[in-house]
């Protein structure tokens, strides 16, 4: 296991980081103006700044293996890792507002191919590592290339799969180092066009701030909020499905712990609550509790914690949990704890914004 500070969270730090973003139930009479308010509150309080610091750390996370290419050490390794984590955390927090921004040229699928349920990242890298192609390094080339050898996954592998010694070697020159390079690189250009997607007089933000009974995306300040809040909703259940479902599978014997998200590095759990704050967190800054009653607000505000204490309290990664007979219960317990998260968070916390949830062609997949 990698040690950043999601790694080490405590239960206490852990609460400390849900409660500093409190709910407040209110009055949910809203009209378009109140719907307006929620939809700025949601680019600027919350989408902007996370997606900023998301391309911050793909930053880091360049110039770190930068500097483990010119420089080998374990020391250098380490520090790549420790930004290759930052970033994937960062993303985990966004991950699923996946909108317009995250569909155009293919950003969100490039950022970040997952599910692999084929191991394609891990047969394309092996493939290009053999092969040693010198043009697929170029800026212009990985940019088109396959999804599987552009973002987060690629560059896990890259730092923890097969091989990743050879980043050791002491040879600036060594392939695997200087496609480690060019994935970091492209992993920064796309984070870079993902935030200039979301400044405020980009298409789909103007759209979302500024909508017109003939927009091509929302027609209305209520189906904005439905369109960003709605993400919640099917965020989390593809998050069950994919993150948790598809590893723990229907027994012990049919679980796949390599299904799950970041198995390389270990760092599945660390994810799976920057998932769930990056929920909450966007979900807060709308003023989400709108209409639920202080008994409801009380229900979902436990209903987060437990899922991210279930998650904390795991002692390994969930993949190897799921397949560890001692531990396999804990895995469907939090995937219990999900579900019910799901139906609160992601269902009446929208009817109780007088919203329906908003339903993409991928949902469910």
């Known amino acids: 296991m990698l040690s950043w500070p999601f790694s080490s969270l405590s239960k206490a730090v852990l609460l400390l980081a849900v409660l500093l973003l409190p709910m407040v139930p209110a009055d949910a009479q809203l009209d378009e103006e109140d719907y307006r308010q929620k939809v700025a509150a949601a680019l600027d309080g919350y989408l902007r700044p ?40 960062a993303w985990a927090a966004i991950e699923y ?5 995250w569909q155009e040229e293919n950003r969100g699928t490039s950022i970040y191919f997952f599910p692999d349920r084929r191991g394609v990242t891990g047969r394309h890298l092996r493939a290009a590592l053999q092969k040693a192609d010198p043009a697929l390094l170029q800026p212009e080339i990985i940019a088109v290339y ?11 592998y890259l730092l923890y799969g097969k091989g990743f010694d050879a980043l050791l070697e002491g040879d600036g020159a060594d392939y695997r180092c200087a496609l480690t ?11 870079g066009a993902l935030q200039s997607a979301w400044a ?14 003939d927009n091509v995306f929302v027609r209305s300040h ?20 994919r993150k948790v479902s598809a590893p723990l599978g229907a027994d012990l014997e049919t679980a796949r712990p390599l299904r799950a998200a970041y198995a390389l590095s270990g760092m599945t759990n660390e994810a799976l609550a920057a998932n ?21 607000v009380a229900a979902l505000e436990q209903a987060y914690t437990k899922a991210l204490l279930a998650i904390v309290a795991l002692p390994e990664p969930l993949g190897e949990a799921a397949a560890d007979p001692l531990l396999r219960s804990r895995v469907q317990a939090l995937q219990a704890d999900l579900q019910g998260l799901h ?23």
């Open 50 to 89: 996370a997606i900023s610091h998301f391309e911050q750390t793909t930053e880091v996370a360049q110039a770190a293996v930068s500097k483990l290419c010119a420089e080998p050490s374990a020391a250098a390794l380490e520090t790549a890792r420790t930004a290759f984590g930052e970033a994937a955390l």
């Open 222 to 241: 209520k189906e904005a909020v439905t369109l960003l809040l709605g993400r919640v909703s099917t965020g989390l259940e593809a998050m069950i499905q």
């Open 146 to 156: 396959s999804v599987a050898l552009q973002g987060l996954p690629a560059l896990e």
């Open 181 to 191: 390079e060019a994935v970091a690189g492209n992993l920064l250009r796309l984070a």
């Open 97 to 101: 507002i996946d909108l317009d921004p």
């Open 276 to 296: 769930l704050l990056g929920f909450r967190a966007l979900q807060t800054a709308a003023g989400m509790t709108e209409g639920m009653s202080p008994a409801e």
């Open 343 to 365: 139906r609160l968070a992601g269902l009446e916390v929208l009817a109780a914004l007088g919203l329906k949830v908003f339903f993409t062609a991928d949902d469910g997949d």
């Open 200 to 213: 405020p007089s980009a298409p789909f933000p103007q759209a979302l701030a500024n909508p017109e009974p």
